[in-house]
């Protein structure tokens, strides 16, 4: 890409730059509130919904996953099926997610402390509360940066420095991300599991995500039949992305800071940032942006949003839940008369 404007005008999302998203209500109150943007784009990449600054940047954090698993994939990694599913997740940590973990290392010679991401306790609970200390391989990152590895060994690479920005991989990497997203990369931030995290537009992730789902890219293709076959890996059993994948046939991944993607295959793909980084409106708010965009079926969208929606507790009882914002449903009503009249 030459000609970035990036140089001129490379911003982050503000409240300025964006809408209201969802609603959390408590007793027929509005409680809190969610902000930020999302845009949906077709396979070409053009935007054909949109609410907020889809032009601002954000760190894309493990929506970037998905083009740092392609990468690897190039470099000779040679993972299918569960393994390359692993490569792009940002998993549970259960003893099955660990287990595939442990069969990407064997299989290139490396060890758990040969991972570079920190220690962390498991998200899945139930194995936390077995464990006495955290490890790297309960890490949600632990598959990334085992392909990461496996990478290095496939090329002959050095193994100790793997996460430097310079480092061969890292520049492939970034040559990657750029090529899916269509955007010149120009500023390095390392991300929570230490390895180099590249911003991006919101518009510009969408495209890099409907390109990987669009069926025409080879390694997308097979990246995408993957995650579809093997929904828990990606996430966990009974968890928000797994379920998203399970109950209606689209790639779904979160990144933290209130970032989520959805793919859907052979039609677009949507991006969306939640400004004050919480995680718990990207999926309804998400599922929202493509069922009016027409890209999934209303009735099955609705019936996943209401399984996946947040419940307010009073007492243990349910007295509330987080909602789509009707400023946002306005926005989005707005955003499709225009781009139809374009």
């Given at each position: 890409m030459t000609g970035s404007?990036?140089?001129?005008?490379?911003?982050?999302?503000?409240?300025?730059?964006?809408?209201?998203?969802?609603?959390?209500?408590?007793?027929?109150?509005?409680?809190?509130?969610?902000?930020?943007?999302?845009?949906?784009?077709?396979?070409?990449?053009?935007?054909?919904?949109?609410?907020?600054?889809?032009?601002?940047?954000?760190?894309?954090?493990?929506?970037?996953?998905?083009?740092?698993?392609?990468?690897?994939?190039r470099l000779g990694a040679g993972f299918h099926g569960l393994e390359l599913v692993l490569s792009t997740a940002s998993h549970?940590?259960?003893?099955?997610?660990?287990?595939?973990?442990?069969?990407?290392?064997?299989?290139?010679?490396?060890?758990?402390?040969?991972?570079?991401?920190?220690?962390?306790?498991?998200?899945?609970?139930?194995t936390a509360r077995v464990m006495s200390e955290p490890r790297r391989l309960t890490m949600n990152c632990s598959g990334k940066h085992a392909a990461m590895l496996a990478a290095c060994a496939a090329q002959g690479w050095p193994t100790d420095n793997?996460?430097?920005?310079?480092?061969?991989?890292?520049?492939?990497?970034?040559?990657?991300?750029?090529e899916y997203t269509g955007e010149e990369i120009d500023t390095v931030g390392v991300d929570g599991c230490g390895a180099p995290v590249f911003p991006t537009t919101l518009r510009g992730l969408a495209r890099g995500?409907?390109?990987?789902?669009?069926?025409?890219?080879?390694?997308?293709?097979?990246?995408?039949?993957?995650?579809?076959?093997?929904?828990?890996?990606?996430?966990?059993?009974?968890r928000a992305n797994t379920r998203t994948i399970e109950r209606l046939g689209i790639v779904a991944k979160l990144g933290a800071e209130g970032v989520?993607?959805?793919?859907?295959?052979?039609?677009?793909?949507?991006?969306?940032?939640?400004?004050?980084?919480?995680?718990?409106?990207?999926?309804?708010?998400?599922?929202?942006l493509l069922t009016v965009a027409g890209m999934i079926d209303e009735e099955a969208a609705a019936a996943a949003a209401d399984e996946l929606r947040e419940r307010t507790l009073g007492g243990g009882v349910p007295v509330g839940a987080i909602e789509v914002s009707e400023q946002l449903d306005g926005a989005l009503e707005r955003s499709r008369a225009h781009h139809v009249t374009r």
């Open positions: 404007s990036f140089d001129r005008d490379r911003h982050p999302l503000s409240v300025e730059g964006s809408v209201e998203l969802a609603v959390v209500r408590r007793s027929g109150f509005d409680e809190s509130r969610h902000i930020g943007a999302g845009v949906v784009v077709d396979l070409d990449g053009t935007p054909v919904l949109h609410a907020g600054d889809i032009d601002a940047s954000i760190y894309p954090r493990s929506t970037m996953k998905p083009f740092q698993a392609i990468a690897t994939m549970a940590g259960t003893p099955a997610h660990q287990q595939v973990v442990r069969t990407m290392l064997d299989r290139f010679g490396f060890a758990e402390d040969d991972l570079g991401c920190p220690t962390d306790f498991p998200f899945d609970r139930a793997y996460l430097d920005t310079q480092h061969p991989l890292q520049v492939a990497i970034r040559a990657t991300v750029s995500i409907a390109r990987v789902v669009s069926g025409a890219d080879p390694d997308g293709a097979a990246l995408t039949a993957a995650i579809l076959e093997h929904a828990w890996a990606i996430d966990g059993p009974g989520m993607v959805m793919g859907v295959p052979g039609r677009g793909a949507v991006a969306v940032k939640v400004l004050d980084g919480g995680g718990r409106a990207g999926s309804i708010v998400a599922l929202r």
